[in-house]
């Protein structure tokens, strides 16, 4: 059924037609909206068999659910930025406990200075806790992501926490015509969640033990082998999806003019800006493609060395960065292309909001593509910096 | 032993494992444990050498009450509830220090048993202070110095943060009072809604007192009305244990070495005396003392 809907709720009722049990979280701008809606519904006695707690932190959230996803229930949350940090220790924890946890995050800078605006500091800041990261482009991907997050997260060969990450405002808070999934057509991609072991007495299980040295190390090896394994179930899932809605979003890439030498290689939101800048410029003559990266964990290194196998440049368009270092996805990517001879640029631009207006993205990468730009921070005002 | 203990790491004499022993016995084991880290849980979840005999969850440090708020709602939402009760077994530390997610179970109400196994300091690591070490013990990070003699604060007052929450059930019990504890958990299990039970337990390491002295020292600690052993139902004083003749506090403090330096050092009179009026506040507050005809 095609709606005019908000981002925000475009998530709540994909989230309703996965039929969690528990829900939790705690509210923070802009996913706020996500969980009042997911409320209302609570409220409304839309949601079967399900709780929806309102917890006293993001913290208290998260922790939660852990002891809800270890009895045995499907479970859901939401958050961004300084919730998502707040929430870090307790979500290390459930990846090592192999909890099945869906959480959305919707992107959002981190203090200081205090911004509720868009980027992806928030969500790399979590990046080596062992939790899947999907990235959307827009609010009917993010729609459709609810759904195949369960199915990864809660496969035996996975078990590990899912977390599909959108744009706080750009994509949350804006309108768009979603195809709203129907019950039926999630039900039959999506069973019940049967835990692999849960908290009973019937058959009592400690969950949570303690590793001393002899041991640590094979819990660690076991969660990166999920994650390999994750690659190759996230393939089956994606493809799966499309052949039963009818919308392929591509697999942990979306490669388009996959044989250009110029690629302009990105994640979230700006993508679907990108698409036209690169129309735009293959008017101009210029041979450039693009590379959507929709998995940034488990990282889809094969992928990408393959479709950037014959690329002579690079740019790569970061919305965040390692401070002391350059652009997370750029440190991500030169990692993946190890011993490439292809010319990486890393430009780092809409940092907690900043516009990216489309005349300014499209001369940035003309100028990188004729070799006038270099690596760095984009669009930033002239600045006295303070140093007392 | 069936729920706890089959090669559980406990010190000799630790009031610790006594307390846990008689909570899962009470509830016949039909219960889902959420512990805290800590003690309890380093001496008993080892990988391969887990001691329970229950379902039990060891998540971190700080969020043992969300943890068991979320076993209980789930249990709930699956039609489950019958299978047993959810209890936290959770350190004075993670209790009253670090466990910020205590007041949000108490505030829902979710139906939790939660049991503060208070040894009055962080123990497994050391012996270091928390919310619950009592004025003037000496800890690693208050120790008995020439600018501070032990800890300058009081015990934080947690039997009244719970009944403030308006939990409908909330008591004190001590490791040497094993059927007092008995008691009390089964009472807990039969109301609904977020319960407190602090339970003091001996600790031989962190204390300094042989495993011989823990029953004299707990015992000790409730005869001089430093641990009031009390019952509260929807905030009414049910019960208390009354003392037949109150011994001063010098008694139980000299007997442990956390306390040695109030006997050496000059200064360390002063801080007896304050602790004995806090005996004697105790004593008064609750109506401790057994009244002679």
Redesign the interface.
């Known amino acids: 059924m095609m709606r005019v809907v908000r981002g925000f709720y475009s998530v709540a009722h994909s989230v309703k037609l996965c039929r969690p ?2 829900i ?1 979280a705690y509210p923070i701008t802009p996913q706020t909206e996500i969980v009042e809606n997911l409320a209302e519904m609570y409220a409304n006695g839309e949601l079967e ?3 929806y ?5 993001e ?2 959230a998260a ?11 499907r479970t859901f949350t939401a958050t961004c930025s300084q919730g998502l940090i707040l929430m870090s ?2 979500l290390f ?1 459930a990846a090592g ?1 192999r909890l099945p946890i869906v959480i959305v995050n919707t992107n959002r800078a981190v203090s200081a200075p205090l911004s509720i605006w868009n980027d992806l500091q928030d969500s790399m800041a979590l990046r080596d806790a062992g939790i899947i990261q999907i990235y959307v482009e827009n609010n009917q991907e993010a729609h459709d992501a609810i759904p195949q997050a369960y199915r990864i997260a809660e496969d035996r060969r996975v078990l590990l926490p899912t977390m599909v990450c959108m744009d706080g405002y750009k994509l949350t808070h804006a309108y768009e015509p979603i195809d709203l999934l129907d019950q039926s057509l999630v039900d039959s991609f999506l069973p019940p969640y049967q835990p692999a072991a849960y ?4 058959k ?9 040295p002899h ?1 640590y190390m094979e819990f660690r090896v076991a969660m990166q082998n999920a994650m390999e394994r994750a690659k190759a179930v996230m393939n089956e899932v994606f493809r799966e999806w499309a052949e039963v809605s009818g919308r392929d979003w591509g697999q942990h890439l979306e490669v388009v003019y996959p044989d250009s030498r110029v690629f302009v290689v990105s994640m979230g939101s700006i993508v679907g800006l990108l698409r036209k800048v690169v129309e735009e410029l293959r008017k101009k003559g210029y041979d450039v493609g693009l590379i959507k990266i929709r998995t940034f964990r488990p990282f889809p290194v094969e992928d990408l060395k393959r479709s950037l196998s014959n690329a002579e440049k690079i740019i790569v368009i970061d919305r965040s960065l390692s401070l002391g270092h350059e652009g997370n996805l750029s440190i991500e990517l030169k990692s993946a292309l190890y011993g490439s001879s292809a010319n990486i640029i890393s430009m780092i631009l809409g940092l907690g909001g900043r516009d990216i207006p489309k005349e300014f993205l499209e001369k940035l990468l003309e100028d990188a593509i004729l070799g006038k730009e270099s690596s760095g921070f984009k669009g930033v005002k002239d600045f006295e910096e303070v140093i007392p | 032993m069936r729920y706890f203990g089959r090669g559980h790491g406990a010190c000799p004499g630790c009031g610790l494992a006594i307390a846990v022993r008689n909570v899962l016995d009470a509830l016949e084991g039909k219960c889902f444990v959420a512990n805290s880290t800590g003690c309890l849980e380093i001496i008993s979840s080892q990988y391969g050498k887990n001691a329970w005999g229950v379902p039990y969850i060891h998540s971190l440090f700080d969020n043992t009450a969300a943890v068991a708020s979320g076993i209980s709602e789930a249990l709930k939402i699956l039609g489950r509830e019958g299978e047993g009760k959810v209890v936290v077994l959770a350190g004075d530390g993670a209790t009253a220090d670090i466990g910020l997610t205590l007041h949000g179970m108490f505030d829902r109400n979710h139906d939790v048993i939660y049991i503060c196994l208070d040894n009055e300091a962080y123990q497994n690591t050391g012996h270091q202070q928390s919310g619950l070490t009592p004025l003037g013990e000496a800890t690693t990070t208050t120790p008995a110095g020439r600018v501070q003699l032990g800890k300058t604060g009081r015990k934080k007052d947690m039997v009244a943060i719970a009944i403030a929450h308006g939990s409908p059930y909330v008591a004190t019990s001590s490791a040497v009072l094993p059927a007092d504890i008995r008691r009390k958990v089964k009472k807990a299990a039969s109301i609904e809604g977020a319960k407190y039970i602090q339970i003091h337990c001996p600790c031989v390491t962190g204390w300094g007192i042989e495993g011989k002295d823990v029953v004299r020292v707990g015992n000790l600690a409730i005869e001089t009305a430093l641990y009031p052993i009390v019952e509260f139902e929807n905030g009414n004083l049910v019960t208390v244990r009354k003392i037949k003749e109150r011994k001063p506090v010098e008694e139980y403090l000299k007997l442990q070495r956390r306390f040695r330096h109030l006997f050496v050092d000059p200064r360390g009179k002063e801080i007896i005396a304050e602790i004995q009026r806090i005996a004697d506040r105790n004593a008064e507050k609750y109506g401790l003392d057994l009244k002679k005809d």
């Not at chain 1, 922790?63 to 229930?73: E, F, M, N, P, Q």
């Not at chain 1, 009592?204 to 001393?212: E, K, Q, R, T, V």
Request: glycine share 8%; net charge positive.
């Open positions: 049990n528990v939790c068999k399900c709780r707690i309102t917890a006293e932190s913290f208290a922790s939660i659910l852990v002891g809800a996803s270890a009895t045995g229930a220790e307790v924890n406990m908290l009973t007495t019937k009592p299980l400690a969950f949570g033990c303690y590793a001393p041991i």
